[in-house]
């Protein structure tokens, strides 16, 4: 079951890759490289019932990864407090307010929208410290690299953010935010798999026994 849970940390991410993809298809269009992925979930978008329809698999897929790490946490608190900062994003995934399209007057749901991405990045981040710290050398490392990432494409999208509202043009930002988020989710197999392997080994050391 641990094992199976663990698995869905990896389906979630593709889940996601695949709903992006899909979501960006179905509006025809929709520019990968200049518009953000909120866009594709936006007020009205043409994407919105797509994405909606794929967020529900990933969502649950997600919450099932974060009880795998709980699960394999066992005496490892900081791995369990990355747990419970997972289970914290799950919990405000069905919550998070659109935002309008382009163009249209902003309203209280768009600043909410911008609160949530917010909170969200930071569990995103605190998450990666806590299970890096709670993990071997490489697995730090990488996590490291991941963070500089994060930091590195989370301040260009930021940089450009302000001009989605205003209906100006935003070079790029599609492509920053991808691999912003994409580190994350790119981050999330990893974690899947390095516990995995870990499980493994532990079943296989108590069977030798």
């Not at 900081?78 to 249209?104: E, I, Q």
């Not at 949530?116 to 490489?138: D, E, K, N, P």
């Not at 690299?145 to 953010?161: C, D, I, K, R, S």
Request: with cysteine; proline share 5%; glycine share 6%.
């Amino acid at each position: 079951m641990r094992s199976a849970l663990l698995v869905c940390g990896v389906l979630s991410s593709l889940v996601y890759v695949a709903a992006n993809v899909a979501a960006g298809l179905s509006w025809k269009s929709y520019s990968f490289a200049d518009q953000t992925i909120s866009e594709l979930s936006a007020i009205d978008a043409p994407s919105r019932p797509l994405w909606l329809a794929l967020s529900i698999p990933f969502g649950l897929l997600s919450l099932a990864f974060a009880a795998g790490v709980w699960w394999s946490a066992r005496g490892n608190h900081k791995l369990r407090v990355a747990a419970a900062l997972m289970f914290a994003v799950c919990v405000l995934g069905p919550f998070w307010p659109p935002m309008h399209l382009r163009g249209t007057p902003a309203t209280l749901t768009d600043t909410m929208h911008i609160v949530f991405a917010c909170v969200t990045s930071v569990l995103f981040l605190l998450t990666i410290i806590f299970a890096a710290t709670a993990l071997g050398r490489w697995f730090r490392n990488y996590s490291i690299a991941t963070l500089a990432a994060l930091v590195l494409f989370g301040f260009a999208t930021f940089l450009q953010a302000p001009a989605v509202g205003r209906n100006e043009p935003t070079p790029w930002i599609g492509v920053y935010e991808r691999l912003n988020v994409g580190a994350y989710m790119l981050w999330v197999a990893v974690l899947a798999i390095v516990l995995l392997r870990e499980s493994s080994a532990a079943t296989g050391g108590c069977r030798a026994r």
